[in-house]
Each structure stands twice: as structure tokens, then as C-alpha cells.
């Protein structure tokens, strides 16, 4: 404790030595480059854990009745859109689509026939209706008997990965029983689940955030954002669906994340992160006042973009701070004459 205590009367004293050097009007040493404090609007984000899951998951059912032949795909096996991930039996389905397939044939010859003896005028326009009423009669069956045959090949419907499977080859599916369950990773999101005290300013700024990556170590910005219209009974939060923006963010469904929401703005005072010098347990900045240069205590708050941070407190705006703090110690300490011109900066916007 007295040690502690040593570092900060020594700080404070260094800061109070600084305080009163003046700076020669007429010198001829190389002036200090210095910012203006400027006042910048920042977001007021509110962070909060999330789970990422995929937009595209479904399990695919028997449209048909069959006994299973085979199945071509297995858990954590990738497929593509379309291919056939599971065969049924379908020799009753096969030949009910011939047998309307050859009355289908039959119609539509029977149609070509009557059609051109009614262009010849040899028929009626009622034996060219009933020809034409057979054949859509027949072709509607037809299509029919394809759909039924083309049943018993169970296809992926998107591209993704087979996460469940159901039932193993020579047993009977019927319709509707589950088959396999997949899921695709092309689409994903993070869903979360959001008090009611945030609800309200989520839902007026739409804006979010994302942590993404190997290590969760970078934020992107989210594509949208869905809030459920009502709150759970018992834990009174709100679903929210975050959806990510297409490409590989090397996040996968069941990770966990974190998502941060704007929940509204403020303003605060901004300056470049090299001009804050640290003195043990202290932070400070050096300002230069007219022709003086002071060391002045400040209050940190968070890291920004473009290697700025947040004063809480310690400086106004308009004041002028110097961006080498090394620069300015030895200036200070050598005594030597300083000629100062304020750069216009943007630094801080």
C-alpha cells in the first residue's frame, strides 16, 4: 500500500511540474503537432450472448408408401440441391405410370386423328371436343402416375449437411413419416433472446452487430433483423433473428457468439488513441494553453474506429492536445524555446 501510494504522489507530481513551462513566442524549434477535441455523435450498443443456427433446416418426409432400397447419404455428409439422398421401392408406382403413359399415347393419337378429319369437315366439331376431352383427361393422369413414381426418390431440397437420419434400408415408410433431417449452411443467423426493457429501442434503430471469425474476434455488420411481435410468458424476452450477410464468417450453427444492438446515440469528446499517455495507474494528455503546455488528467472510455477513444471527462471542445506525448516530454524537460502552430484536424469526426 505505501508503494501504491509513493507511485500516484509521484505521478501527481510530475503533472504538477509540468504544469507552467513556458513556450518562447519567436523560437525556432520544430513545431508540435496537435489536434483539436472535437465532439463526435457515438452509437449506444448494448451487447448480449446469441447462438448461431442455420435459416435453411427441415427434415424431408415420405410422400408415398414403399419399402426403402437404399440410401445413398449418411449423417454429417454433404449434399447438393436435387440429388437423390434415398430410394423407395417402386415397382407398383412404376407400372401404373405406363400403364397411363400408353393411354396418354392412345388419346393423343386418337385426337391427331379426329382433328384432321374435322379439318377436313368429315366429323363434327363434338367429336373433335370429346377427342381433345379424352386426351386432358389422360394427360392429367399421366402426370399424376409421374409424380407418384418420382416420389419414391427422396432429394435433397437445398444444399447442406445430413444431420439426422430416420430409418435404415429394408424398412417400410409410409406418408408423411420422417426421413431424414438436414441442414444448410449458406444461410445463417444468430438468434437471441432479447429483454423487454430493449425491445422497444431495437426495434427503432434496426441496426446490429455480429461477432464472427475463428476466434469471435471480428464484428460485422448484420444483413436484418426479426423481432418476435410477443414475449415468452416465463422469462418475459423477446426472439430476435439476426440473420449474417452472405460469405464464409467461420461460424457455424450451435456456436455461440455475442450480438450487439444500437440502442441509441450520445455525444462524446474524441482524440487520437497515440496522444493519451499513460503514468502508471493514470491516463493523461498533454494541451497546450496559449503559450504554456499542461498535463492534464482525463477519464478513458471505450476504444473506436480509426484508432480514436472516448473522453469521459479531463478536456471541452476546441481545446488543443498534443498527438506525441514523447514529443512533448522532452520539449518540457530540455526547456528548449518551441514554436507552436495548431493543426486543423479531423480526427476526431
Known amino acids: 500500500m505505501p508503494s501504491k501510494m509513493f507511485k500516484i504522489i509521484f505521478v501527481c507530481f510530475i503533472g504538477i511540474s509540468f504544469t507552467g513551462k513556458s513556450l518562447a513566442a519567436d523560437g525556432a524549434a520544430t513545431g508540435l503537432e496537435t489536434v483539436t477535441v472535437n465532439k ?78 374435322f379439318d377436313k369437315k368429315v366429323v363434327s366439331k363434338a367429336a373433335l371436343d370429346k377427342a381433345e ?40 415408410a409410409r406418408v408423411g413419416q420422417k426421413l431424414m433431417t438436414g441442414l444448410s449452411l449458406e444461410k445463417l443467423r444468430a438468434v437471441v433472446e432479447l429483454p423487454q426493457t430493449l425491445v422497444h429501442a431495437v426495434r427503432q434503430h434496426q441496426t446490429t452487430w455480429i461477432w464472427v471469425g475463428k476466434d469471435l474476434a471480428t464484428r460485422i455488420k448484420a444483413e436484418s433483423l426479426t423481432i418476435s411481435p410477443y414475449a415468452d410468458q416465463n422469462s418475459h424476452t423477446f426472439l430476435v433473428r439476426v440473420n449474417l450477410p452472405a460469405g464464409e464468417h467461420h461460424v457455424y450453427p450451435g456456436m455461440h457468439t455475442k450480438v450487439a444492438f444500437l440502442t441509441g446515440k450520445h455525444d462524446s469528446l474524441v482524440v487520437p488513441e497515440r496522444a493519451i499517455a499513460r503514468r502508471s495507474e493514470v491516463s493523461g494528455v498533454y494541451v497546450k494553453d496559449k503559450d504554456k503546455i499542461r498535463f492534464r488528467y482525463v477519464r478513458l472510455g471505450k476504444k473506436l474506429p480509426d484508432q480514436q477513444r472516448e473522453i469521459l471527462s479531463g478536456l471541452s471542445v476546441g481545446e488543443s492536445v498534443l498527438v506525441d506525448p514523447m514529443q512533448a516530454v522532452g520539449l518540457i524537460k530540455s526547456g528548449a524555446p518551441v514554436s507552436t502552430e495548431a493543426t486543423s484536424s479531423k480526427d476526431g469526426e
Open 133 to 172: 376431352a379424352q386426351l386432358k383427361t389422360t394427360r392429367a393422369r399421366l402426370e399424376e402416375a409421374r409424380e407418384a413414381l418420382e416420389n419414391t426418390k427422396i432429394r435433397a431440397p437445398y444444399s447442406g449437411i445430413v444431420v439426422k437420419r430416420h430409418v435404415e434400408v429394408g424398412e417400410t
Open 40 to 117: 463526435l455523435e457515438l452509437p449506444d450498443l448494448r451487447v448480449v450472448d446469441a447462438t448461431i443456427e442455420a435459416v435453411q433446416q427441415a427434415t424431408v418426409s415420405a410422400q408415398t408408401s414403399g419399402r426403402i432400397t437404399e440410401i445413398t447419404v449418411d449423417v454429417n455428409d454433404f449434399v447438393t440441391k436435387g440429388s437423390v439422398i434415398i430410394r423407395l421401392r417402386d415397382k407398383s408406382q412404376r407400372a401404373a405410370f405406363n400403364v397411363a403413359k400408353a393411354r396418354y399415347d392412345e388419346a393423343l393419337a386418337e385426337y391427331k386423328r379426329v382433328k384432321e378429319v
